[in-house]
């Protein structure tokens, strides 16, 4: 039996209690009635308390709501109790229906337990194509599922996917912002035919199980074309998949949106600006280096220029740059690769690693020959890619020749902007900041007001964010110029704290300084600067 709950206007009632748009419906509540149906009748299940239904009305006059909920009622046996809905109420609960969780549970069920023994049981493979056709016709579920994962990831603005089998569960991770966060928990029978389904997707054996396997795919998404980067990984209960997301739209980034500012940014456009020369990006993985590198070629890319790169995969299709992947499985590497695109005419080389002394070699002798040379290097700090390259066997001599600048970078995660409030500054952090600020130099200090004192801020937490507070990232960098001075100390033996002084002395901004002014702007937080650049204060009451 359907029951009318007309809106009470109580003073004592908190607007929280009946803020139905925000409600988190499960997908077993939403499951009660059709998407077609309650797009038709605009009404939605809230909550089951008992054995009574709210549901969301609309419109709780019109006659076949009504009897739309009357059949609802006697069909589950509930009393149901209807909830007055406006339209944007309405329509914030219908998008429930596309949630990850709704849509995996629909096609979950849609499995029969025969069903399950055909999709999943193992098989030797004979024919690729044939393989992918059964897929099709019988794994629809399963590729429901995989779209799912690979939507969610994507409007989530994830840049990594980690499917990885369990004990008893296949877990489903992103990472955001730099941060791997649990999304979805499946069964454990249904991990091989996802694992196959995205194999087939990026034209891998599917029966290759024993070693790993690499590849890509292309999906549209919004009308967006979203490349994602495959690699599969036997682990002791199965295989592992990670799938790297690729927005071509967010891989070209300006240098000043990447957070390069001020005399860093000035540094680095007047040395790509140079006839010839390195230019070395420093950082761990995930540090943001290729996009950096990216960056800069989108400077670069001119029509009277031939720039090609040596990549480790091709991340971004940039149109006008000729771009090559390595693949070292037939002796196509880095080091073999340079010296055949040197003979290529070549004005701009980029080199999407230095991991050997060949390499490096080459990549010197490239940069003293009349090209601009971009590479990466993975340092913990800008000064610290000279000792680095001379224990690859470069001459100092020649490194102190070749090379420009060196950048190091980190990513921070950003305050989002929606939820954005002020913090008190405690002892250890203004002392912290303070210490920083007074080896800045006084016109990269311009932008900051300090009129009014140090003052810090932090997210605390909105839908816009998840709650997290953080929203996209952003880089923090120091720029290491080789000049003059820096080149007299390159003998036999580099002292790093020679090169540092030397640093202090032409006022370098180190990435804790840099970091340090963007908490002063508001962009990020001091938790955040600390994290990274592995320097930690001590937070007291």
């Given amino acids: 039996m359907a029951e009318n709950k007309k809106e009470k206007k109580d003073e004592n009632e908190s607007p929280e209690k009946n803020d139905w748009g925000n409600l988190k419906i499960s997908p077993d509540i939403i499951s009660l009635v059709p998407y077609e149906a309650a797009k038709k009748y605009r ?154 389904r995205i194999k087939i997707l990026s034209n891998l054996k599917i029966d290759e199980k024993r070693k790993p396997q690499d590849g890509r795919f292309r999906v549209i998404e919004k009308g967006k074309q979203i490349d994602l980067r495959v690699s599969s990984l036997p682990v002791s209960l199965g295989e592992k998949v990670v799938m790297r997301v690729l927005d071509k739209e967010k891989g070209l980034i300006d240098l000043e949106d990447l957070g390069v500012r001020g005399k860093n940014y000035q540094i680095i456009k007047n040395s790509i600006a140079e006839p010839y020369g390195m230019i070395l990006i420093t950082g761990p993985t995930g540090s943001g280096k290729s996009t950096t590198l990216y960056s800069v070629l989108k400077i670069l890319n001119q029509e009277g220029v031939n720039i090609i790169t040596l990549e480790d995969p091709v991340e971004y299709a940039i149109e006008g ?81 070749a090379l420009r600048i060196i950048v190091a970078q980190r990513l921070v995660r950003k305050i989002c902007s929606f939820c954005k409030e002020e913090i008190p500054v405690i002892e250890a952090m203004k002392s912290t900041i303070e210490k920083n600020l007074a080896q800045i130099p006084e016109e990269e200090k311009k932008e900051i007001d300090l009129s009014k004192g140090i003052k810090a801020y932090k997210g605390r937490g909105c839908p816009k964010c998840g709650g997290s507070g953080t929203k996209g990232r952003i880089g923090i960098f120091e720029v290491f110029c080789l000049d003059s001075d820096v080149a007299n100390l390159m003998g036999e033996k580099v002292d790093e704290d020679d090169l540092r002084k030397a640093a202090k002395k032409q006022g370098m901004i180190t990435m804790k300084q840099d970091g340090v002014l963007k908490v002063l702007s508001g962009e990020t937080t001091m938790e955040e600067v600390e994290r990274v650049t592995e320097d930690g204060f001590l937070e007291t009451d």
């Fill in 43 to 196: 009404f939605v299940p809230l909550e089951r308390d008992g054995q009574t239904l709210r549901v969301g009305v609309v419109d709780m006059d019109d006659f076949e709501v009504q009897n739309a909920l009357q059949f609802l009622s006697e069909k589950n046996r509930l009393t149901v109790e209807l909830i007055k809905f406006s339209e944007k109420d309405f329509k914030s609960a219908l998008e429930v229906y596309a949630s990850p969780a709704y849509s995996i549970t629909q096609a979950l069920e849609s499995i029969s337990k025969e069903e399950t023994k055909n999709i999943f049981e193992e098989e030797e493979v004979t024919s690729k194509k044939k393989s992918g056709e059964d897929d099709v016709l019988r794994g629809a579920p399963v590729a429901k599922i995989v779209e799912v994962i690979l939507r969610n990831a994507i409007e989530g603005m994830a840049s990594d996917i980690h499917i990885e089998p369990m004990e008893d569960t296949v877990r489903v991770r992103y990472r955001q912002d730099g941060i791997l966060h649990n999304s979805l928990v499946l069964p454990k029978t249904i991990g091989p035919a996802i694992v196959s």
């Fill in 321 to 401: 740059v000729n771009q090559s992947q390595v693949k070292p499985e037939i002796g196509y590497d880095f080091a073999s690769g340079l010296r055949s695109i040197l003979r290529q005419d070549p004005d701009i080389v980029m080199v999407g690693e230095i991991r050997d002394k060949e390499t490096a070699e080459l990549a010197v002798h490239a940069a003293l020959t009349g090209h601009v040379v971009l590479s990466t290097l993975h340092t913990n700090d800008s000064i610290g890619a000279i000792p680095r390259l001379i224990d690859m066997g470069v001459d100092a001599f020649l490194i102190s020749s």
